[in-house]
């Protein structure tokens, strides 16, 4: 439940950014420019493949 409660959040916030604020590019830790817009994508795809392998493992637990 923690989790959905932190993913509602994440959205929460993401909604409230403007246009030019969800499209800004700021370096990343390593110095790469990084958009959130163009991360949003493989943040989504990340969650879905973790949601496939709880899944799996459910499964095989019987």
């Known amino acids: 439940m923690e989790l959905i409660l932190w993913r509602s959040r994440l959205v929460d916030t993401l909604e409230g950014l403007s246009e030019t604020e969800f499209r800004r590019s700021f370096p990343d830790l390593d110095g ?7 991360y949003i994508p ?3 795809w990340h969650d879905r493949h973790h949601i ?4 799996e493992f ?5």
């Not at 496939?52 to 899944?55: K, V």
């Open 58 to 62: 459910l499964n095989q637990s019987g």
């Open 42 to 44: 493989d943040f989504v």
């Open 52 to 55: 496939a392998q709880i899944r």
């Open 32 to 38: 790469k420019p990084f958009v959130i817009s163009e």
